[in-house]
């Protein structure tokens, strides 16, 4: 799969893609210009542009279920940029509209995340206490919330409060699996 759109990346290629689209928990069948192809997290994921969606889309290679290069040819849009496509991402995720985000690390993880540049936008903020905060501007609330759930009690979201909310909704639907005797949360 690989090797056939890296091939089709290179000859303009669109292909005919069979995606299981995790989300939906359904599968269909769609054409796409394939621009990129990114390795993210032990994944590997296919930027492009989706005739179904009519937009650029991302897919995870491992939930395309079959693939067929087409003779058709296309033309990347002059406009489009990756960098600029994925600036407000995380990592992978693009989202909708960009969030400004506020994220206080304790003391015990603070040393860690003030080794790393986590975002482009990242701006740190070091606390009396040995504590940081950390603020960047990200496109995806999921991603981050997904991120910062990692991080355990050593992390604590400010802002925005939507995202807050969420990580406090996950945090007790988690109580619930966990607070059931012998693994029987669900």
């Known amino acids: 799969m690989y090797g056939c759109l890296a091939t089709a990346i290179g000859e303009k290629n669109t ?7 995790a989300v939906k928990d359904e599968t269909n069948e769609r054409y796409v210009d394939p621009y990129h192809l990114r390795y993210h997290q032990g994944a590997w994921y296919l930027i492009g542009y989706c005739h179904l969606r009519e937009a650029i889309r991302i897919f995870a290679l491992d939930r395309i279920l079959d693939i067929k290069r087409t003779e058709k040819t296309f033309v990347v849009d002059p406009g489009f940029s990756l960098e600029e496509y994925l600036e407000g991402s995380l990592g992978i995720e693009h989202g909708e509209g960009l969030h400004d985000v506020t994220i206080r690390f304790d003391s015990h993880q603070a040393c860690w ?42 992390a604590e979201v400010l802002e925005p409060e939507e995202l807050r909310r969420s990580v406090a909704e996950e945090i007790e639907s988690m109580k619930h699996v966990y607070n059931k005797p012998g693994g029987q949360g669900y």
Do not use: A
């Open 15 to 21: 292909v005919w893609i069979k995606y299981y689209g």
């Open 113 to 154: 995340i003030r080794e790393r540049r986590w975002h482009p936008s990242q701006r740190l903020e070091f606390q009396d206490d040995c504590s940081l905060v950390l603020k960047m501007t990200i496109s995806s609330l999921n991603e981050v919330k997904r991120w910062v759930l990692g991080f355990g009690g050593h």
